[in-house]
């Protein structure tokens, strides 16, 4: 990877560093569809997207199901009832053409994009980072495309792909996560509204990581993209996100879902850096974060790999997750959530195991601070014909006062006798002589609390790619800052 | 350099100091020696800030300041440095990531520049060696896993890196065999210089065979009962602490 590259991505998530700084609303035209969910909504926003026919069809078979599902109340977290005829499911800038140059762009939104540290007008120039920024609804500026066409790469807004690769998006859309999945997805699948979508061809390595910022501006409004990455035989791509929205009071609902194939021989990197806006000190506010993201190893030996930093969100109900179909294949999930204040958070994986030989690796991370709640919940699950599957877990938890709450709740399931299941599970606390040690050497207190934090997150930092875990670590210190007294 | 009068130190409630008085100069290498339970290890904490170590009466002026009015990095910082007799453990942490770190914050701290990793490499490297610190052993988590030796020589590392112009050395002899309390004890000594103090706790005499003192303190009940120079050390490895604490009774 380029330096130039790293420097870039470095540069948005040093940016991170001062508290919360994206506390900022840029004021832009939006255009919104009417309140609430009904079929209409859905024809509104296909019909705003220039979306074919096939795709609203599909968006309505969701939405029919959705309106029979019941939200899940299963995880570890409490919030008011969600009133989802109380939101606006799609906005956008109303100044927005479709397809244009970054000259095009509203300046407005060119500096929201720069307190956010990603300066699309530098990454052309300098950088080999390709962004495609979602802002709310729609992708504003996907840069790089030409570098990436002649790898054949494809990577571009997702409302472009419907269009312009329906074969490709048809074959793989809803295939990892079904329509009919959960409450959240089926939810999605109704009113994405824009999203990633990523082709990787046979034996190509993609010649640059590809990342995405995502970031919630208007209020009341749900933000809800959809990624799709396929990665074909013998290929390889890395692919970070990043994510963050401003202060508001009131709540704001994200439930996006991702997809990620991988075919023969191929490895997709997904690595996630999210500080959605948690809440006040009070608990006031914030962003309930329901994601669903799986990938499917479909091919022999494939390998995917989820590595995600959780810092922010009032609520975070989160479960990256591997299904090892082809056999050899490899699933990991590498995982820091930090938990301060008010914030709740439920997230883990899910690896199951199909194919013979598959292995799976889980290194959770989970630092509860405040009165914050932080639960892992994660299953393994190896199925009759897995043969010679290996998983191994490992769930430490750390905690930061005695007010706050760790919880780790794994689900094994084998059908397989020959099934290899580690488990391995911590729960320590920042003890009182270690910060003394640190202060006696001169770290003052909020520093030593994140070397020691960082410390114990070490072996997840070290999945980032590299720069990017020098200021991963910096957010790791910051979200904690003031957590002892 | 360090002046303690009348010093009242409580612990949980519990008052373990009872007025000592102590004073030492620039240049000076003390002694304090005393039976387990007879307030040491309170002192040295009291002196580097640890919290819930409450002074309850006297002072402590470092340099002519408060002491006791600074909080503890602010200490590092000006020059007072503690070898602890438990050096803990910090899972993750690369000791030189470590050594880096507590360097710059307290360069920061006086408002001297950050050296960069290459700076503090060359720095540690010159100091390491002397003390028989591998650069494997600065690569591993700080202090996990280390022997005794390893971790007090590691602290020894520290006291040299740092320059500190009050090292005190709580009970460093502990868990360590004689050929390593020789090699701390040399680069302690190789510290002795007349711009530093070092106060040198320890239960036995032992270690002042290595490190020569100025001038040993008894301390007993939170008091400093009977003070000379290194010959008291003998004696009191002749005759036993009951002797002398008796006598000052």
């Not at chain 1, 690595?271 to 309930?288: A, F, L, R």
């Not at chain 2, 190789?190 to 070092?198: C, E, I």
Request: with cysteine; net charge neutral; aromatic share 8%.
């Amino acid at each position: 990877m380029s330096s130039a590259a790293q420097k870039e991505t470095r540069k948005a998530v040093a940016e991170l560093g001062d508290k919360y700084k994206y506390g900022f609303v840029t004021d832009i035209e939006m255009e919104r569809a009417p309140k609430g969910l009904s079929e209409d909504t859905v024809r509104y926003i296909s019909a705003k997207k220039g979306e074919p026919e096939w795709m609203l069809e599909w968006r309505l078979a969701a939405f029919r199901r959705w309106v029979q599902m019941k939200e899940p109340d299963w995880a570890r977290v409490h919030y008011p009832k969600i009133d989802y005829q109380n939101a606006y499911y799609y906005a956008a800038p109303k100044s927005t053409p479709l397809k244009q140059s970054l000259d095009e762009v509203d300046p407005k939104l060119l500096e929201t994009y720069n307190k956010l540290g990603i300066p699309l007008h530098e990454q052309m120039a300098l950088a080999g980072v390709a962004v495609d920024a979602v802002f709310d609804s729609v992708s504003v500026a996907t840069t790089f495309k030409e570098k990436l066409n002649q790898a054949g790469v494809i990577f571009c807004p997702i409302s472009e792909a419907i269009r312009d690769y329906p074969d490709l998006v048809k074959k793989y859309l809803g295939t990892v996560v079904p329509v009919t999945d959960n409450f959240f997805a089926t939810l999605n699948s109704a009113v994405f509204s824009d999203g990633t979508f990523v082709y990787v061809p046979k034996g190509v390595r993609c010649p640059m990581e590809l990342s995405t910022y995502f970031r919630i501006n208007a209020s009341e409004t749900g933000q809800f993209e959809r990624t799709l990455i396929v990665a074909d035989e013998g290929s390889y791509v890395s692919y970070l996100e990043g994510c963050t929205a401003p202060k508001r009071d009131e709540n704001q609902l994200h439930a996006a879902v991702v997809e990620l194939v991988a075919l023969d021989d191929a490895e997709i990197k997904y690595s996630t850096v999210q500080n959605w806006y948690p809440g006040d000190e009070d608990g006031k506010g914030g962003i309930y974060n329901f994601v669903t993201k799986r990938g499917d190893c479909r091919g022999r030996k494939s390998k995917i790999s989820w590595t995600q930093v959780e810092t922010g969100s009032a609520i975070t109900w989160k479960y990256p997750s591997c299904i090892l179909r082809g056999d050899d294949s490899v699933g990991e999930f590498y995982s820091i959530a930090i938990a301060n204040h008010f914030q709740q958070a439920d997230t883990g994986t899910k690896m199951i195991h199909l194919g013979r030989n598959t292995k799976s690796r889980i290194i959770s991370k989970g630092i509860s601070a405040g009165k914050a709640q932080n639960t892992y919940r994660g299953l393994v699950s190896v199925y009759g014909k897995a043969q010679n599957a290996r998983n191994y877990t490992q769930c430490d938890s750390l905690l930061i006062g005695g007010e706050c709450g760790a919880h780790t709740v794994p689900y094994i399931e084998s059908r397989n006798p020959s099934a290899r299941i580690e488990h391995e599970a911590t729960t320590s606390k920042i003890a009182e002589d270690q910060l003394f040690y640190c202060l006696q050497r001169g770290i003052p207190q909020d520093e030593a609390v994140s070397l020691i934090v960082n410390g114990f997150c070490k072996e997840v930092l070290q999945q980032l790619p590299m720069e990017f875990a020098v200021e991963a670590q910096k957010l790791v210190g910051i979200s904690l800052e003031g957590s002892v007294g | 350099m360090l002046e303690i009068k009348n010093l009242h130190v409580a612990v949980d409630g519990k008052e373990i100091l009872k007025g000592l008085t102590l004073s030492i100069g620039a240049g000076e290498v003390h002694a304090i020696m005393g039976p387990n339970g007879s307030g040491k290890s309170t002192l040295s904490y009291t002196l580097a800030g640890r919290a819930g170590y409450d002074i309850t009466d006297g002072s402590i002026l470092y340099k002519g300041e408060d002491l006791a009015a600074m909080p503890p990095e602010e200490r590092a910082a000006k020059g007072v440095f503690l070898a602890m007799q438990y050096p803990v453990e910090i899972p993750g942490v690369t000791t030189m990531t470590f050594l880096k770190t507590a360097l710059n914050s307290q360069r920061r701290a006086r408002g001297q520049s950050d050296l960069d990793a290459v700076g503090v490499l060359k720095l540690v490297r010159a100091k390491a060696k002397a003390l028989n610190v591998s650069e494997e052993m600065l690569k591993r988590a700080l202090n996990v896993g280390f022997s005794g030796g390893e971790k007090k020589r590691l602290e020894t590392l520290q006291m040299a890196l740092f320059e500190p112009s009050l090292a005190i050395l709580d009970e460093t002899d502990s868990g360590l065999d004689i050929d390593a309390l020789r090699l701390v004890a040399e680069g302690v000594n190789a510290l002795r210089d007349p711009a530093r103090a070092m106060l040198v706790i320890t239960h036995y005499q032992r270690l002042l065979d290595y490190i020569v003192p100025d001038r040993i303190h008894v301390l007993a009940k939170g008091r400093i009962v009977a003070e000379g120079g290194k010959e008291l050390a003998l004696e009191l490895e002749a005759k036993g602490y009951e002797h002398i604490v008796g006598q000052a009774a």
